[in-house]
């Protein structure tokens, strides 16, 4: 009995409780996570090389190179990964295409979540008539196969970058609003928030300041999987040439151009399918990471 | 029950007739009309255009006109094939995209099913190893990707199977739908394996156990019964999936359904065609959502009919 006291007292002198914030323990946990830490450098590097990579070509994407007209994999040369039948430089066209579907991803699912959460903070913040007008209207909308809806505002929106980006996001933020109203019918009632109301704050500036915020870690974690499925959406639509239209191109629209030329030459659908699915598994670990340590119901 | 499916199903009128109205207005406010396209045309002859499809019409009688043809399963004209209406071309392409469709719904469910059976019970085994890869590649890789990878393993190296192509054979039948049935099976054999997982640890596997009924018994009547309720909650979902990814393996392997008529459709500008495959994929997926929902109703005593 003693020896058991003996045992467990001096590690308690020694280390003193450390105060850590729910946020700075959930990203220790997710730090832990070797695959999603790794998935988060790769992901880092994928991004680095699409938006930096560009610069070290002495040519751009569109410009073709007669004298190699589809040239071979050929690591040490001008063009590395080999040119397509226009004499464009393989890799250059994957790098700049890689900008459009990481620049639409991240954005737009930016965007999403940021219309999401003020719908859905408003409604869950306000609650009764307007809470219950404005979730029907997410439900109604959520039956709705989300694909043809976002290709339908398409038609509208017109297939410019900009185009494609609206309607992707316009039907996208229907599940942080679900995510974002959960939290503020819990948050309602809370004593910070009845504390502002009395100190003078308008309902705006308690939805905004109190509620938005406080509904963010939760929205944060889902966020990751938007990005994903704004990336998939958007090359979807390339794919199906009903997105970015040439000569912009992403790796949607290059894999399109690589499904039709496989008998020709295959490198030109899986260079950018590669880039394409390494992206989407790191966006997928990460995923699964951040949900592991930041989901409460999940530990 | 019975009162639980007939308000299921009026649950689901706002949302197919959300889903008429919101593609009817997008359609109307899209720019560039049918007519606009490709060779100017004489004020006489644009009015009569106009007259004959109705577009000088008030917009709410031309939406009452094209909410009563599809009453009627009449989706109004296609704008592009002038001698076919939609309802015509849809009848023509849609039993091809229900065969794509039910077969690969089919093999997804018996796959999936079976894989995760099998992942659960022999926790980290070959199968439940290379079944897990197989999962994380069809929920991380797009059919898009995937299709053509096997159009170049299969059709090109190994010449089992044509590339592309629909000429009623089986052959041709098998790549289209294996690609299409590849995400759902990822889902399905994840969550059968983790439902079953759950399943055999419960107090009444271990009753049935204890009582001494065979192992393949517990496994097959007891554990499974409870283990497929969410696996029924996704055939929503999973047809909603299958919906979608028809569309992109009918333009990988050429397969003449009405997911190719919709993408020719959107890129034509051809509004009535789109509205029509929109709406009747859609209205799809609420069915669907409406039959899971049922069933679930009916399976689960715990899913209450309030």
Redesign the interface.
Known sequence: MSDLAAGTAPPLEAAPVVGLSPFKASWRRFSRNKLAVGSMVILALIGIACYGGPWLFPFGPEDADFDNISAPVKLFSLHPFGTDEFGRDLLLRVLDGGQVSLGVGFVGAFAAVIIGVIYGATAGYVGGRLDNVLM?TV???Y???Y???V??????V?RTTAGLFVSIVVVLWLTPAVIARGQAVSLRHREFVDAARAGGMTEWQIILQHIVPNSLNVVIVYSSLLVLEVI?TE??LS????GIQPPASSW?SL??T??RA??ND?RL?LLP?SF??AT??CL?FIADGLRDAFDPNER | MFSFAIRRIIGAIPTLFALITLSFFIMRVAPGGPFSGNRKLTEAVLANLNRAYHLDEPIWMQFGRYLWGLARFDFGPSMKYRDYSVTELIVQGFPVSVEVGFWAMLVATILGITLGIVGALRRNGVIDLSAGIIAMVGIAVPTFVIGPLLQILFGLELKWFPIAGWDGSINAKILPIFVLALPNIAYISRLTRGSMIEALRTNYVRTARAKGIGAMRVIWKHALTGAMLPVIAYLGPATAITVTGSVVVEQIFGIPGIGRYFVEGASNRDYPLVMGVTILYGGIVILANIVTDVVRGLLDPKVSYE
């Open positions: 029907r439900d109604v909308l039956g709705i196969p694909f043809f809806l290709v339908l505002i398409n038609l509208v017109g998939i090359s979807f794919f199906l040439g009903l949607g894999i399109d690589g499904a496989i008998e295959p659908l399918g394409l699915a989407l598994f997928n």
